[in-house]
């Protein structure tokens, strides 16, 4: 069978007392208030010492842009993708390394300029007056900023602290580290001149000075080197985001703490990325003009050769004679050999071509079929398709690291290329049928020139190559001024719609009042929470309504808490509103002692459930109420492990009860006075056997002679939580007191008490509810010797004496430079 004791504790804490929580959080206001102010300060401290970081956007639009000189009759074709491939190519690209190295490489970014602030330094880019060019082949002193002074507008102080004797060296041409020694926790001053070559071991420079510096002189600056690919990492986290109202639209963003550079750094992350673009738009044309200019170079000397040859020829010789006659003959030849020529040329581009995709992997430097005079549909488009996935596979090898990605591409390539090499065969395969039929038509018409004389057949032949030179010449350039053309008047695919500017505002961090909000809120969260869990962990009596929902013992009286040293309070002020708890407890106890039928002498025995509860401080009290009304009262100090009633009446403890009952004293030699009229005091000294001693014979003869002499004897006992001796006592007892305290005595030993008194271990319990504050904090101390003290808080009017608590001063200078009284059980 389960006990229900057992959830005693459940059942207490179901019950929340919220009106008390307010009380108690109240109560800790100047936690409150310091944790505001120390939440604050850091707020501030945040605001003014942490360096601002701000975000820069810009948004650029994707649109796939037509040349307006590709018509029908244009014979090259270019290709660069469609708008929805390139919004994803670009948006890897712009977070790819090799792109951000062109755009760190182009601004320098790895040379930082600062200045020094308040608390650190500050990125000063757009605001130093100079800028410096270094030499990338030499090494320059890697992370230690370097101090810049300018002692004139044309001369300036380089300095620089050594803190060990080598240096750290980045060679920007290759990124390489390299290290040299220098002179150890040393400062180094060198002096130049604005624009001249500075040349040290660990720094190689020219230092410039901006178009509109402004005033300078007697400024200092830093100058500091970094690494390259730390760098180039750190620009790699620019946020790139579709636009929600556009699929081909892309916000980039950055956040640091210049805005100028960060502008700066955004439009020219996307200058770099157009120009890239274009120029991967204009590869085919580009190659065919590098094809042609090529071929043209070997045409132009065919032209001059044949020129030469027709001069001496001519020399001496009656031209006109020998052109007389087959003219019309000559015209056909001329045009087989054009022919020819043409067909030659395709049949050699195909072979190239086919060579070339067999043995190459790289297709971005094809010529376009035009320079053969190539028009077939199926070549030129296929081509083109190469051409363009090559190109987009290269662009992604630094900005994807996907494999099956490069599948894709290699997959995609693979099946243009065997198209290629299929259309290749049968487009050779006509043109070697219409080869041989023009060398065919060239043989019968050779055949017929053979007829002629031999002048005219000389001629015919220079004729023949010199005019084939000139039309494969003239073709070629028709073919590069088309490609120029083509490649002018290319636009890039990628448009800013608007640029990055510094137009105010742009604040992400610290938010000034945020933080000042955040400590508010922080401020009061935790110390209520801690308040909160010191209220829900508190198990101890709080109240006078937790002693009602505990027990049914009557509450006879409620005594507040004490701020001063001694503990006879009632003695030393008669009038406060201390004293008036007490003799309201006496007045009940009359009642009480009335309502027993109690003549003589009154027995009141004080207990509680633990030491430290304030019994003997009750008791000292309750007696001296009653010695006050002339009635002649006795404490016996029966704190059989604790006795200190002797040190509050500083009196002897070498004699007492044990004496008596040992019967080496009488009762009138262990009877002690007070300086408190009609109050004396018995005490017990520590035997080896004190529970044998109360059972004793001794100790009821004790009692019996002093109910002769006394009005009311006040026994303080030891606490019955802790020992068994109270028990022993309380049947010489007519009214027992159990007093509790309140934050000290906790719950579970009212449900002890309950336990005794249905054992009928205890008899004519009343409780006294000790050092009670209406406000009283969870957990507060208790200013004496032991840890705990008492006072009235609750019952005081305006006609008591004050008792006020003694200020913090007071109390710290006591604490160091007075002994206190011990006060304890």
Known sequence: MIDTKDFSFFENQNSFDFKGFLIKTASYWKWFLVSWIIAFTIAYQTNVRKEKIYSMETTISVKEESNPFFTSNTSLVFNWGGTSDQVQTIASTLKSRSHNELVVERLSYYIDYLKQGKYNFVDAYGEVPFYVTIDKREGQLAGIPLKIKFITENIYEIT???ESDSASLI??????????????????????????????????????????PGIYKGNEYYVRFNGFDGVVGGYQGINVDTDAKGSSILKLSLQGTNKARMVKYLNTTVQVLKDNQLAAKNQFATNTINFIDSTMAAMSDSLKKTGGEMKAFVKDKNIQQIEEGGAMLTGKLFEFDAARDEVTRKIAYYDNLKKY?????????????????IDDPNIVVNVSKLISLS??????????????????????MTAVKNVLLVNIETSKEGLLYD???????????QGDIKKMPEDKQELIKIQRKYELSNNIYNTFMEKKSEANIVKASNVSDIHFIDPAKDVGGGLVWPKTGVNY??????????????VFGIFFINNSIQNTDDIAKLTSLPLIGVIGKKHNDSNLSVF??????????????????????????????????????ISGEGKTFCSINIATVFALSEKKTLIIGLDLRKPRIFEDFNISNEVGVVNYIMGDRSLKQITQKTHIPHLDV???????????????????????SLKQQYDYIILDTPPVGLVSDALELANYADVTLYVVRQNFTKKDMISLLNNRLERGELDNVSIILNGFESKAKYGYGYGYNYGYGYGYGAYSAGYHEDDKPKSIFTRIYKAFFKKKKHNRD
């Not at 080869?435 to 043989?443: E, G, K, T």
């Open 682 to 704: 018995i005490l017990w000294l520590v035997p080896p056997n004190p529970a044998e001693m109360i059972m004793s014979d001794g100790m009821h003869d004790l009692l019996t």
């Open 391 to 412: 190109i987009e596979r290269s662009q992604k090898q630094y900005a994807v690291k996907s494999e099956k990605i490069y599948k894709d591409f290699d997959s995609k």
């Open 160 to 162: 620089v602290e050594f």
């Open 435 to 445: 080869l041989n039929m023009i060398n065919a038509n060239i043989s019968k018409a």
């Open 357 to 373: 995709l067999k043995n190459s992997v790289d297709y971005s430097k094809l010529p376009a079929p035009a320079v053969a005079n």
């Open 171 to 212: 060679h920007y041409s290759d990124n390489n580290i390299t290290t040299t020694s220098v002179p150890k926790n040393t400062k180094k001053i060198y002096r130049y001149h604005v624009g001249e070559h500075v040349v040290l071991p660990f720094l190689n420079w020219q230092l410039e000075i901006n178009d509109s």
């Open 517 to 530: 909000v955040m400590a508010l809120f922080l401020g009061f969260l935790f110390p209520l929470l801690f």
């Open 572 to 609: 030393e002020k008669p009038k406060s509103a201390l004293s008036e708890s007490f003799r309201a407890i006496r007045s009940s106890l009359q009642f009480l002692y009335k309502k027993q039928h109690v003549d003589g002498a009154k027995t009141l025995m004080l207990t509680s459930s």
